[in-house]
C-alpha cells in the first residue's frame, strides 16, 4: 500500500478537504504522541482492481464541529445521526480520493457507519495517519483484507 | 510571537513595493500575518520579525518564500469565463483574418500564476481554432514568483485547482491522472513556454504580441506603476493587438492608444493603428 | 431559479443548499436518484441537477441516464458532484449526458465557475426572483 498511496498523500488529501469545506475552522495538522479518540467512525469500502477499505474516526467533539460547519448550525443542536451522517461525507470524500489513486477499475461502497454494534472485520491495517484538529485527533486508516498484499 | 510588530509590518510595505509593486494596505496586517507563518515554521524560524531581520541580511531564500507567500496566486481556468468568450468570439477571428498572411501569432500571459490561463488559451487554440495548427503561434507566460513558474512548467494540478473553471470536456480531453494530480497533455504543454518577470522592473528587450493578458494584476499598484506598466505593455502590443485586463481594470484615465471595444460581459483593449 | 441537489448525504446536501441560497437558487432535496426522478416528475422541473455518485437505490449515472431519457427535461443542466474522478468514469458520466463535474471537495467558489460554465450566471440574481414556469413542461 505505502507505494501506492503514501502516508503524506492520505494526510493531504484528509486536509483538503479541511481546506476547501472549513476553511476558517484552523489548520488539520499531523499528531504526534496524541491519543486518538475514537467515538465516531465511518468506512468506505473499494472493490475491484484494488480491493480494501478507508476508515475515518475521530472524537465526537470534532466530528459535531464539522456537521456544524456542513449544517450551518451550533454543534449543541446538531442531532447525533446528523454527525455520523457528516462523518460519513468526511470518510466518502477522503476514501473517493484515495480510491482515485489506486490501480482502476474499482467501486466505492457508500458510507458505512459504526452505530455501535460489530465494527471489526476481518482486515489487516495497511496505512494509519493521526491527524489534528484544534487539539483534537482524527485517524484515517486503510485497511486490506486479511492474506492479501 | 505569532504576530507582526508594527516595525516588521512597515518593513514588508517597503520590500514588497519595491520586490513586487505590491501596495500593502494598513489594514492587511492580518494579510501578513496568515501568509507569513507558515514562512515562519518552514524556516524554522520562531517569528515574523525574524523573517525580516533574514530579508534585512539578504537572505535570498527568505526574501523568495516571503514574495511567494504575499503574491495573490488565487487563479482559475477559464475564470469567470467572460474574457474567454472575447477571445473566441472576436479577438481571435480578427488576428486569424489580419495575420494570415504571416501566419504568425504571440500571445502573452503577463501574470501567468501556476499556468491556467496560458493552458487555457493553449486549449482553445487546439480545440477551436485548428487552422493554427500550422502557424508558428507563441504561447508565453510570466510571473514574478519562482515557484509559480516552476508550477506552471510543470502542468500539474489537484483536484481543487482542477474544479475552478475548467470545462468538464476540456478536463477529459486534455488531462491525465497522476497519482493524486492532473497532468496537462504533453501535446498541450510542448507549445507554452514559461519564464520569471517582474512587470514592475526594467523590462528586458522583448518581441512584440498580438495579444497581452494582464488580468487582475493592475489592482495590486499604485496610480503611477499601473500607468507606468501599461505604458510598456502598450510598447510590446503590436498595431491592432488586444489588451485583455480583470473585470475591474481599464486603461482609461491612464494611458493613451487603446479603444476599448465591448464584447459580451467584458471589454477588451484594442491598441489603436498609430 | 430552482436546483434539485441529489446526494446521499444529509451533511452535503446541507451544504450544497447553503451555496446555492446565497446565489438566490432555490433548492429541492433528493436522497438518491429514484427520489429525484419523482420529484422531477412531479414538478416543478429544476434547471439545475447536482448529482453525486455512489448512492443506495439508484446511483448517479442511472439518474443521469434517466434524466437524459426524457426529450422534455433537454434544457435542464446536470452537473455531477462527486469524488469520482477515475478518467473512465468522467467520460461515461458527460457520455450519459451530464454537462459539467465537480470534484469533491470543492469550495463554493468552483461551485460559482461552474456555474458560470454551463451559463447559469446566477450570482447577480436577487433571491427568490428567478423561479418563473419557463421551464416546466
Redesign the interface.
Known amino acids: 500500500m505505502t507505494d501506492l498511496v503514501s502516508n503524506e498523500?492520505i494526510a493531504?488529501?484528509t486536509q483538503?478537504?479541511w481546506?476547501?469545506?472549513l476553511?476558517d475552522a484552523g489548520d488539520l495538522i499531523p499528531a504526534v504522541g496524541l491519543p486518538a479518540i475514537e467515538d465516531v467512525r465511518s468506512r468506505v469500502d473499494i472493490d475491484g482492481a484494488w480491493t480494501g477499505c478507508v476508515e475515518v474516526s475521530c472524537s465526537m467533539a470534532v466530528a459535531r464541529k464539522?456537521?456544524s460547519v456542513?449544517?450551518?448550525a451550533e454543534p449543541s443542536e446538531i442531532a447525533e445521526a446528523?454527525v455520523r451522517?457528516?462523518v460519513?461525507?468526511l470518510v466518502?470524500?477522503v476514501?473517493?480520493?484515495i480510491?482515485?489513486?489506486l490501480p482502476?477499475?474499482t467501486s466505492?461502497?457508500?458510507?458505512i457507519l459504526d452505530d455501535g454494534g460489530e465494527w471489526r472485520f476481518a482486515a489487516e491495517l495497511e496505512s494509519e495517519v493521526l491527524l489534528a484538529w484544534a487539539g483534537e485527533p482524527i485517524v484515517v486508516r486503510v485497511w486490506r483484507p486479511e492474506g492479501t498484499i | 510571537m505569532t504576530t507582526a510588530t508594527a516595525e516588521d509590518f512597515q518593513y514588508l510595505q517597503g520590500f514588497l513595493l519595491d520586490r513586487s509593486a505590491i501596495v500593502l494596505s494598513e489594514d492587511k496586517q492580518y494579510l501578513v500575518e496568515t501568509r507569513l507563518l507558515p514562512v515562519v515554521q518552514r524556516h524554522g524560524v520562531e517569528s515574523i520579525t525574524d523573517l525580516v531581520r533574514a530579508i534585512r541580511r539578504g537572505d535570498k531564500t527568505v526574501e523568495t518564500a516571503v514574495v511567494d507567500a504575499m503574491t495573490t496566486n488565487e487563479t482559475s481556468w477559464f475564470r469567470d469565463s467572460a474574457p474567454f468568450d472575447a477571445l473566441r468570439n472576436l479577438v481571435l477571428p480578427e488576428l486569424v483574418a489580419s495575420n494570415v498572411t504571416r501566419r504568425r501569432l504571440a500571445i502573452w500571459s503577463a501574470a501567468c500564476s501556476t499556468g491556467q490561463e496560458l493552458y487555457s488559451v493553449a486549449m482553445l487554440l487546439d480545440s477551436e481554432f485548428s487552422d493554427l495548427a500550422s502557424w508558428h503561434v507563441d504561447l508565453h507566460g510570466t510571473d514574478l514568483s519562482t515557484t509559480v513558474v516552476q508550477r506552471a512548467r510543470a502542468g500539474s494540478f489537484?483536484?481543487?485547482e482542477i474544479n475552478r473553471g475548467l470545462p468538464a470536456t476540456l478536463l477529459v480531453r486534455y488531462f491525465r491522472?497522476e497519482?493524486?494530480q492532473f497532468v496537462i497533455a504533453d501535446s498541450i504543454r510542448a507549445r507554452v513556454r514559461f519564464e520569471l518577470f517582474n512587470l514592475a522592473r526594467p523590462w528586458p528587450p522583448m518581441q512584440d504580441y498580438d495579444v497581452i493578458l494582464l488580468r487582475n494584476v493592475l489592482i495590486y499598484f499604485d496610480v503611477e506603476t499601473k500607468r507606468n506598466v501599461l505604458e510598456r505593455v502598450r510598447g510590446r502590443l503590436r498595431p491592432g493587438g488586444f489588451l485583455l485586463l480583470g473585470t475591474a481594470e481599464t486603461t482609461r484615465g491612464l494611458v493613451d492608444g487603446f479603444r476599448p471595444i465591448p464584447v459580451g460581459a467584458t471589454t477588451v483593449f484594442r491598441r489603436e493603428e498609430s | 431559479m430552482r436546483a434539485l441537489v441529489v446526494d446521499?448525504?444529509?451533511?452535503?446536501r446541507?451544504?450544497l443548499r447553503?451555496i446555492l441560497l446565497q446565489l438566490g437558487i432555490e433548492v429541492a432535496e433528493a436522497a438518491e436518484g429514484r427520489a429525484a426522478i419523482d420529484l422531477v416528475e412531479a414538478g416543478p422541473v429544476p434547471e439545475l441537477v447536482l448529482v453525486d455518485w455512489?448512492?443506495?437505490v439508484m446511483d448517479g449515472l442511472e439518474l443521469v441516464t434517466e434524466l437524459r431519457a426524457h426529450k422534455e427535461w433537454r434544457h435542464m443542466a446536470i452537473m455531477m458532484v462527486?469524488?469520482?474522478?477515475?478518467h473512465?468514469?468522467m467520460v461515461r458520466a458527460l457520455l450519459a449526458g451530464a454537462n459539467e463535474y465537480l470534484i469533491?471537495?470543492?469550495?463554493a467558489d468552483a461551485v460559482v465557475e461552474k456555474l458560470s460554465l454551463l451559463g447559469l450566471h446566477c450570482a447577480t440574481v436577487p433571491a427568490g426572483d428567478s423561479y418563473g414556469g419557463a421551464t416546466q413542461p
Open positions: 498523500t493531504e488529501i483538503t478537504f481546506g476547501a469545506y476553511p464539522i456537521a456542513m449544517f450551518a446528523d451522517d457528516a460519513g461525507e466518502n470524500v476514501g473517493g480520493n480510491k482515485s489513486i482502476a477499475p466505492l461502497s457508500v458510507p | 489537484t483536484a481543487l491522472r497519482g493524486a | 446521499d448525504s444529509r451533511a452535503m446541507s451544504l447553503q455512489h448512492m443506495p462527486t469524488t469520482e474522478s477515475e473512465e468514469n469533491k471537495p470543492f469550495t
